[in-house]
C-alpha cells in the first residue's frame, strides 16, 4: 500500500516529461553482494520508483517508474 502512495506523488510532482517503466530480470551473482540495496539507494538519488526483489531461482527482479531520461540512467 505505501508504494501506491509514494508512486501517486511522485507521479503528481513530474514535470511534463515523458515517463517510463522498466520491468527487469537479473542474472548472474546478484544475491548476497548488496545489488538491492544498492539499487534502491540510487533509485532514490535519481529520483525514481519502484521495487526490487530476490526470486527464489537466485536472480533479482523488478520494476523502475519516472521520468524517461532517469529511468534510463538506472
Known sequence: MRLVHV???AVTCMTMSALKSVDYEV???VQGVCFRMYTEDEARKLG???WVR???QGTVEGQVQG???KVNSM
Open 48 to 50: 525514481v520508483v519502484g
Open 27 to 29: 542474472f548472474g551473482r
Open 67 to 69: 521520468p524517461e531520461e
Open 7 to 9: 508512486l501517486l506523488l
Open 54 to 56: 530476490n526470486t527464489r
